[in-house]
């Protein structure tokens, strides 16, 4: 754990004061709420792109992947909601595909998908190898993924694969890539003692990495780094084994949120696309 260092990247933020989602191969996803409009960032390029106005709403959430078909990459947009508005047939879930290679949006008819809910649309999602995974719930907590190239969503039913969690427990479980393998951390607990797992889903199969049970606090994680260490509010990093932790000495807000990131050299630029340029709020482009 001596090896870690850090840079503040407020400065490079290409809108301020909102949502940042992902990474996704290096790329990140922001959206604005005020305009309702979605932005790519790509850090290590310093590249932004606005993408074009498409009727988004809240809640949502999102997932990017490579499609080797295309030969390019695409952008889901997913809309559900939450359990509380199950009865409600005036809301419907939606979806829309974003390409960068033809700069549009698609809208794609999934109409099972009006029977998933979630709680937590911004965090619990990943993508590897061209497939999107999110943590949703129906009548129990499931993964429910979508092939970038097929354009298809499947259900992972967790309980075929032993892992069992109360629905309470979908805002305290999260989905990350580690080395090339989804990883599924959970968090349970009662009054007398406290469940963390983290399963490893690799070839189709779910193993489990690491499992503690006692009245440890886990309940402050904020996410995954490697080697069995993990995140915790502070920023803190803890070692799962020894129970070592290394305060980062990094600056923050009450609200912690952390991103494992690989610099990506993927360009998101567009060559001489006037149009969209004049469609940007004008204190984005700097003009006063």
Known sequence: MKDLSFQVLDSQFPIHGEELIGPYDGLFVVWHRGYNRIYLWNIATRETRALPKYGFGY???????????????????????????????????????????????????????????????????SCLNGVCYWLAMRDEIVILSFDISSEKFQEINLREYGINLPIDSLHRSSLEVVNDSLYLLTFKYNLSEEEFTIWMMRDGCWTIRFTRTDHFCFSDLVGYWKNDTVFKCGPILLDLNSNEQMELGIPVSIATVVYRYNESLVSIKIENDFSKVFDIPWHVLGVI
Do not use: I, M, T
């Not at 809309?79 to 199950?86: A, I, Q």
């Not at 109409?111 to 809910?117: A, C, D, G, K, N």
């Open 59 to 125: 809640p949502h959430s999102y997932g990017c992947g490579y499609d080797p078909l295309s030969d390019g990459y695409k952008l889901v947009y997913l809309r559900l909601f939450s359990r509380e508005y199950e009865n409600d047939n005036s809301l419907d879930s939606y979806v829309s595909l974003y390409s960068f290679n033809n700069d549009s949006w698609r809208y794609l008819q999934v109409p099972e998908l009006r029977h998933y809910f979630w709680a937590d649309y911004s965090c619990n999602n």
